[in-house]
């Protein structure tokens, strides 16, 4: 059984920063890629950020250059730290892995950019 917990979120004045963590159990963590989603009220699920098990990294346009996507292998945990945060960053934030036709997601934490 995997779990994943995410933790970090709050309210932040937009420039901020925050560091989002999501803590896995199971086997699987070492060998998969981690992904960052986030859902806005209103607006689709998408894709934030992605680490394979070799760390290659991918993010989509809208945070380049200001969210780094990361993970520590020994603690089975992927980090998200978004600085220059802006309110359009506000959402939902959930963590997600795949296996096979599986899909893991954690409960999801609230980012909150104020202007």
């Known amino acids: 059984q995997v779990q994943l917990v995410e933790s970090g979120g709050g309210l932040v004045q937009a420039g901020g920063s925050l560091r989002l963590s999501c803590a896995t159990s199971?086997?699987?963590?070492?060998?998969?890629?981690m992904n960052w989603l986030r859902q806005a009220p209103g607006k689709q699920r998408e894709l934030v950020a992605t680490?394979?098990?070799?760390?290659?990294?991918n993010y989509a346009d809208s945070v380049k250059g200001r969210f780094t996507i990361s993970r520590d292998n020994a603690k089975n945990t992927v980090y998200l730290q978004m600085n220059s945060l802006k309110p359009e960053d506000t959402a939902v934030y959930y963590c997600?892995?795949?296996?096979?036709?599986?899909?893991?997601w954690g409960q999801g934490t609230q980012v909150t950019v104020s202007s």
């Open positions: 680490i394979t098990s070799g760390g290659a990294t």
């Open positions: 997600n892995t795949n296996q096979g036709i599986y899909k893991y």
């Open positions: 199971g086997s699987i963590f070492a060998v998969n890629t």
